[in-house]
């Protein structure tokens, strides 16, 4: 027979003793929801960026400002190509073409986003730009102050090209020819045409966004410090990848910046599948959002895809991990911000969808404009990419 201690050998006191044992899980489980639990840090998702060895710096730089119609600096010497006709054709193309697109449209963006998107910018530096393709360009314009900035789309990432390879074997014509054929819309109306996209990134000369990406940013005057291929995981980490291996969801982290490298900035474009199939098979996008956010998110030309449940998964991780929303009509249907978590400020004119989304006019949207006033628009944007009939929403979470 087990001894029984000295003081307890009472019956009453050893069952209230026995009872006490009995409740302590229990009593336990309850005050673990009254006191704050121990947050752990997570680790940080990004990969460790690499910065380029000098010459593999001075190529790529080199292309960068080629792609973006521009010489390499004076005191790095002169590339072959700068002196092609190829290419000086190609440098009149995108000079015409941006010096059209500032004057009707990024000059007024800028001009707007420093009034009207200060407060916001001044919450996050970090933007989320789902269904983005490779337009860094208009994320930068409203954005310029960004520390990172997510982006996705179905396009596959490729490769950087090397503009002086491609002189060497004789491709540079029909390259550059491709590379314009990719940017005539996004730099004449606002956006890329998602069936466009599907030919004029997948095909044997251009081989993916990153054409279209350092373009962008080499117009936007920046420089290119690092470039890692990388795959991202179902918790939001990214991990190094060869260039040519694919994954559920291939990407590139690119770092870059504009004087010196006193202020890095990081890009990261993924080809995933946003929908709640694709979400399920690799939550890593919305897990990423979490990590780096809360920060705001940007939707144009979004093709109206959260309207559809089955984009539902994306729509709740944007509406739980963003400060703010800069959006078009296309993008997160206005029935979804309760006016008591945000506050929505209407700017431009709501004219409805154009007619290949006729289906998704949103009454309660026009009911909205109808009722509140608001400031015009002095630049289009999104699939009404003419200034009289473009609208902006922007919401702000309380």
């Given amino acids: 027979m087990t001894a029984t201690p000295h003081g307890l050998r009472h019956p009453c006191i050893l069952n209230l003793l026995l009872i006490i044992l009995a409740l302590f899980p229990i009593l336990s489980a309850r005050s673990a929801d009254t006191v704050a639990p121990t947050i752990t840090k997570q680790p940080w998702p990004l990969v460790e960026a690499t910065p380029l060895p000098p010459d593999a710096w001075y190529r790529i730089n080199c292309s960068v400002r080629g792609l973006a119609g521009e010489k390499a600096p004076a005191d790095k010497g002169t590339n072959a190509w700068e002196s092609t006709s190829d290419w000086l054709d190609y440098k009149k193309w995108i000079e015409g073409r941006w010096s059209y697109l500032d004057r009707v449209r990024l000059s007024a963006m800028r001009s707007w986003g420093n009034t009207e998107l200060a407060s916001l910018r001044g919450e996050t530096r970090a933007v989320f730009y789902p269904f983005s393709g490779p337009d860094v360009l208009y994320a930068d314009t409203f954005f310029p102050n960004s520390k990172y900035l997510l982006m996705a789309g179905l396009e596959p990432v490729g490769t950087m090209p090397d503009l002086a390879k491609l002189e060497e074997d004789g491709k540079l014509g029909a390259y550059l020819g491709e590379v314009k054929t990719s940017l005539f819309t996004i730099l004449a109306a606002s956006f890329f045409k998602t069936k466009d996209m599907k030919n004029d990134f997948n095909n044997q000369m251009v081989d993916g966004l990153m054409p279209a990406l350092v373009v962008f940013l080499g117009r936007q005057g920046y420089t290119i410090d690092s470039i890692e291929y990388v795959s991202l995981d179902r918790d ?38 946003l929908g709640n199939d694709g979400l399920k098979s690799n939550p890593g996008f919305v897990r990423l959002m979490q990590r780096l956010g809360p920060g705001i998110t940007y939707l144009k030309a979004a093709s109206y895809l959260l309207y559809e449940d ?60 109808s009722r509140t006033s608001h400031q015009p628009l002095t630049f289009g944007s999104g699939y009404k990419y003419v200034a009289s009939t473009s609208s902006l929403l922007v919401a702000r979470k309380k």
Avoid at 247 to 269: E, K
Avoid at 327 to 339: A, L
Avoid at 348 to 365: M, R, S, V
Wanted: hydrophobic content about 30%; some cysteine; charged content about 20%.
């Fill in 236 to 273: 939001g980490t990214l991990h190094l990848r060869n260039p040519g291996e694919k994954t559920s969801a291939s990407g590139v982290q690119i770092t870059y910046f504009q004087g010196d490298r006193s202020n890095l900035r990081v890009l990261c474009y993924f080809q995933t599948d």
């Fill in 310 to 369: 089955y984009f539902s998964t994306i729509r709740n991780g944007i509406l739980d991990n963003s400060v703010g929303v800069v959006e078009d009509d296309s993008g997160m249907p206005f029935r979804f911000f309760d006016p008591k978590q945000w506050n929505v400020t209407p700017y431009g004119n709501y004219t409805g969808p154009i007619a290949l989304f006729k289906e998704h006019y949103q009454q309660d949207l026009a009911d909205f404009y």
